[in-house]
Structure formats: C-alpha cells, structure tokens
Nanobody, 118 residues
Framework: QVQLVESGGGSVQAGGSLRLSCVAS????????MGWYRQAPGRQRALVAAISSGGTPNYTDSVKGRFTISRDNAQNTVYLQMNSLKPEDTAVYYC????????????WGQGTQVTVSS
C-alpha cells in the first residue's frame, strides 16, 4: 500500500504560478512512476505529467514548456511547478503513484483544487 498526501493548490490569476507537492509513504520501494493527473468538471481524469523512478519526465502537450515535474527521492516527494497558468488549467489535481509489484497498481491522493481566473 502507498499513501499520498498532496498540498499546494489554490487560486491564482492567469499568468501566475503554483507548486504542488505530494509526499508518498508506505511501500514506496515498489513505486515505478509518480505523476499528476487533473480532472475538470464534466471531463475525465487525464495525465498531466509523470516521472519515472529513473527521473525521466513526460508531459501532456498542453503543459509542455509551462509545467515541470520533479522528485526528491530522499523526501519521497514529487512536485509539479506550474507557470504561466491559464484558465483552462483549472481542475482538481491528483497525485498518482504506480507500483509494479504483482502487476501495475495505481494509488491516488485526495486531490487539490487549482483555480485560474482570467
């Protein structure tokens, strides 16, 4: 089992920045990838960015050049730095940890609201 606790959401005007943090605990040795998803009202949850255990990041096209995902293995923490925020970035953001033991399993944080006003 993996537990995830997120922090850092809030409200900001377009063009502003926010940083999300997610601390993992439990069976962290089994995590092969951590990432951030978001879900806007009426839409499905979708991947925003992910980072492998080796540190390789990937991003959805709409956030490339604006968002940066990073991880601090010593602190079991993954971050999402969000710059040049747009109203369409408004959503609930969820931290995700994927483990590979016994087959892929996804764990989720409680979600944190990000609201970008124009």
């Amino acid at each position: 089992q993996v537990q995830l606790v997120e922090s850092g959401g809030g409200s900001v005007q377009a063009g502003g920045s926010l940083r999300l943090s997610c601390v993992a605990s439990g069976s962290i040795f089994s995590i092969v990838r951590m990432g951030w998803y978001r879900q806007a009202p009426g839409r499905q949850r979708a991947l925003v960015a992910a980072i492998s255990s080796g540190g390789t990041p990937n991003y959805t096209d709409s956030v490339k050049g604006r968002f940066t995902i990073s991880r601090d293995n010593a602190q079991n923490t993954v971050y999402l730095q969000m710059n040049s925020l747009k109203p369409e970035d408004t959503a609930v953001y969820y931290c995700n940890a994927r483990t590979g033991v016994g087959g892929p399993t996804d764990y989720w944080g409680q979600g944190t609201q990000v609201t970008v006003s124009s």
